[in-house]
């Protein structure tokens, strides 16, 4: 299968800090990728999606200026969580989908973010 | 409204069988998905259908009857590595998945 890497896997850093992480599609090229929010023993939050080369689309109640996401390439996407605190420490996971058969999205493994 | 609705939790013993179910409401269809979800970590997929009827892969099996809404994910002779928390997602018709909120299976020994 495809398979999606996400840098880094966690961090930890103060509040009011801003924290990047990567999500890279390494075999095939990503036409539309996802970020997902998911808290302790919840299901999957979808935050927004992005398309290489366009604004992304971000889902009701999350703030587009505190997570900024750039979708530059085909095999690319970045989360910038700005200005973090502590409400913000959550499991961010990407996905990538390509022009594959099944539509089907291809997770990431998580990033774990701890905002002190 | 969109929504998915599958049991929270469930419990099985090892070797048993155990079926989760799913009832999927979209803005139309274009596909059901199952994902396995281990705590920690991101789902990984498990299975797809778009038609009726059943997809047999190994100890798993996934069914689907697009009349009724409603899907099953079948798992054979459990094993304690099976625990964790699947996940039922729906595509609807501009490709965008509606995610159930999840079952998790505990197997006990």
């Known amino acids: 299968g495809a398979v999606v890497s996400q840098h880094p896997s966690w961090v930890i850093c103060k509040s009011g800090t801003s924290v990047k992480i990567e999500c890279r599609s390494l075999?095939?090229?990503?036409?539309?990728m996802f970020w997902y929010r998911q808290f302790p023993k919840q299901s999957l939050m979808l935050m927004a999606t992005s398309n290489e080369g366009s604004k992304a689309t971000y889902e009701q109640g999350v703030e587009k200026d505190k997570f900024l996401i750039n979708h530059a390439s085909l095999t690319l996407s970045t989360l910038t969580v700005t200005s973090a605190h502590p409400e913000d420490s959550s499991f961010y996971i990407c996905?990538?989908?390509?022009?594959?058969?099944?539509?089907?999205?291809?997770f990431g493994p998580g990033t774990r973010l701890t905002v002190l | 409204g969109q929504n998915i609705d599958q049991p929270t939790e469930m419990t099985a013993t090892e070797g048993a069988i155990v079926q989760i179910n799913c009832t999927y409401q979209t803005s139309g269809f274009n596909g059901l998905f199952w994902y396995q979800q281990h705590a920690g970590e991101a789902p990984t997929f498990l299975s797809y259908n778009v038609l009726d009827g059943l997809e047999e892969k190994g100890r798993f099996s996934s069914f689907l009857s697009r009349s009724k809404g409603y899907s099953y994910l079948l798992l054979k002779e459990l094993q304690m590595k099976d625990s964790a928390s699947y996940l039922c997602a729906a595509l609807n018709s501009n490709y965008q998945l509606i995610w159930g909120a999840g079952t998790k299976l505990i197997i006990k020994p």
């Open positions: 996905s990538a989908r390509g022009l594959h058969e099944y539509n089907e999205q291809f």
């Open positions: 075999d095939f090229q990503a036409t539309t």
